[in-house]
Structure formats: structure tokens, C-alpha cells
């Protein structure tokens, strides 16, 4: 299977620790990263992913804001550039070295722009400071 992430949620991955806005959104993601941590693929999409799927329900949810689809696209572009990737490349497989080339990215602000007005920056910001020890996002070697 293939899950899909919006470009932003690339990011949000890196400082996961278990942390979100409700219990059944944390059991989610903690299905989602246990599915990277297994090796699966990606299909970046855009608009509401698998991760948004339980806040779906509730009316006016951010997830459909143009402010979270300004974040994906400065998501996407830094993701691309970063890892070298095609401007048309939708599926992809992160491997652990390219979460430490993201991670180390993320720690020096150069995926950072799309992480702005974002509600969980400052957490996220400290996660990086202590080297994103605990985050539960670990996908296999190459």
C-alpha cells in the first residue's frame, strides 16, 4: 500500500513524538509513522491526507485553509530541493538517510518557510534543538 501525505506532513514527520490535536488523531499517526517505519511508499497529495483523515468530521477543520495549502506548496518546494528530487515526482520512499538530510535541513531553517504561523513550530523547534531524540519517525536503511 501507499500512504498519502500532503507535502507539509513530509515535514511534520521529522518531530513526531506523539503528540496532536486529539487522541484518535494520535492513534493515526502513530499507524501512519509505524507504516514509514515498515518501509512504506508516499504519494504526495494535495489537500487533506491520511493524517488529516479523523479531523475530517469536524466542520471547518484547517485542513481545507489556504493557509495550510501556501504551507504544503513552501513544504514541497524545500522537500524537492533538498532532496534533489523531479518537480513531477509524486510517489516517493523515504529512507533513513533521508530523514537525517531532511532533519539536518529542518535544523538549520532551510525547510523552515513553510512552517511558519504553524501552531506547533516552537514544539517542533525544540524537538530539532535535541536532535529529535524520541521521535517516533525511523524508517529503514536504503
Not at 516517493?92 to 531532511?102: F, G, K, P, T, Y
Request: glycine residues 6%; aromatic residues 6%.
Amino acid at each position: 500500500m501507499t500512504l498519502r501525505l500532503r507535502p507539509h506532513h513530509l515535514l511534520c514527520v521529522l518531530t513526531y513524538l506523539g503528540k496532536g490535536y486529539t487522541p484518535a488523531f494520535v492513534a493515526n499517526y502513530e499507524r501512519i509513522v509505524a507504516r514509514l517505519n515498515d518501509g512504506e511508499t508516499i504519494e504526495i497529495v494535495e489537500g487533506p491526507d491520511d493524517i488529516c483523515a479523523p479531523m475530517l468530521k469536524e466542520q471547518d477543520h484547517h485542513c481545507h485553509n489556504d493557509s495550510v495549502k501556501l504551507r504544503d506548496r513552501q513544504a514541497l518546494d524545500a522537500v524537492i530541493t533538498e532532496l534533489g528530487l523531479g518537480r513531477d515526482v509524486r510517489i516517493i520512499r523515504l529512507v533513513s538517510e533521508d530523514v537525517a538530510q531532511l532533519r539536518q535541513a529542518f535544523s538549520n531553517g532551510a525547510l523552515r518557510a513553510a512552517c511558519q504561523a504553524c501552531e506547533w513550530s516552537e514544539l517542533c523547534s525544540g524537538i530539532a534543538r535535541k536532535n529529535f531524540r524520541g521521535c517516533r519517525f525511523q524508517p529503514p536503511l536504503s
